[in-house]
């Protein structure tokens, strides 16, 4: 099966500062890889995804990259707020069959003001 | 519109019974998937419904875990003869078949075992 291995655990930037999560995955034939975000207490929210077939993906201040070579992809924001304090987990699923998630550990972003 | 929801919030039982946990997915979306996270911890696939189709259970961690879709809608996840190790936050995810593969999740339930 997929394994989704995420880094780092925990990262505290200062405000207006860049801050950078990277994923690895193992199953090649992963094609489809989603980022949420969750706040304490709350349900998880899609913030961006990007599919194989592209390289890099932005939205505003984020953005996200994939190397389908060397199976890993990242999470870049710009000039963090303290509203995105938060954990962040990446994915990968497949196209086919049920297209379940295989989530990374989760990244827990502090963002200090 | 209305996205996923859950319910209940937050159950707490004691070890040996069973529990119900009950998702109402986006309405239309015929794809639901139902997940645990363990305090600190990512989200772990547990089961997968498509329309009228057999059931993924290939991440189901025992046979005490069970989950049913009727009418292709509301789903229901029971644990019997829960344990500890059962805590953990149950979250439901439903997605519309076709070109998107986009999840949205609800708020779960935060099933604590004594």
């Known amino acids: 099966g997929e394994n989704v291995e995420q880094h780092p655990s925990t990262l505290s930037v200062q405000e207006g500062d860049s801050a950078v999560i990277k994923c690895t995955y193992s199953?090649?034939?992963?094609?489809?890889f989603p980022w949420y975000k969750q706040e304490l207490g709350k349900r998880p929210q899609l913030i961006i995804d990007?599919?194989?077939?592209?390289g890099e993906k932005k939205d505003q201040r984020i953005a996200v990259t994939l190397n389908k070579t060397a199976k890993h992809f990242s999470l870049h924001i710009t000039e963090t707020q303290p509203e995105d304090s938060a954990v962040y987990f990446c994915a990968a699923s497949k196209k086919t069959g049920a297209n379940n998630l295989f989530f990374g550990t989760g990244t827990r972003l502090t963002v200090i003001p | 519109g209305a996205g996923v929801s859950q319910s209940p919030s937050n159950k707490v039982t004691e070890k040996g019974k069973d529990v119900e946990l009950r998702c109402d997915p986006i309405?239309?979306?015929?794809?639901l998937y139902w997940y645990r996270q363990s305090l600190g911890q990512g989200l772990e696939f547990l089961i997968y419904?498509?329309?009228?189709?057999?059931?993924?259970k290939s991440g189901l961690p025992s046979d005490r875990f069970s989950a049913e879709r009727t009418g292709g809608s509301v789903s229901t996840l029971t644990i019997q003869r829960t344990q500890q190790e059962d805590s953990a936050v149950y979250l439901c995810?439903?997605?519309?078949?076709?070109?998107?593969?986009?999840?949205?999740f609800g708020p779960g339930t935060r099933l604590t075992v004594l």
């Open positions: 995810a439903s997605r519309q078949q076709g070109s998107t593969d986009t999840q949205y």
């Open positions: 419904f498509q329309g009228n189709s057999a059931p993924d």
């Open positions: 990007i599919r194989s077939n592209v």
């Open positions: 199953d090649s034939a992963s094609n489809y």
């Open positions: 309405s239309g979306h015929t794809a």
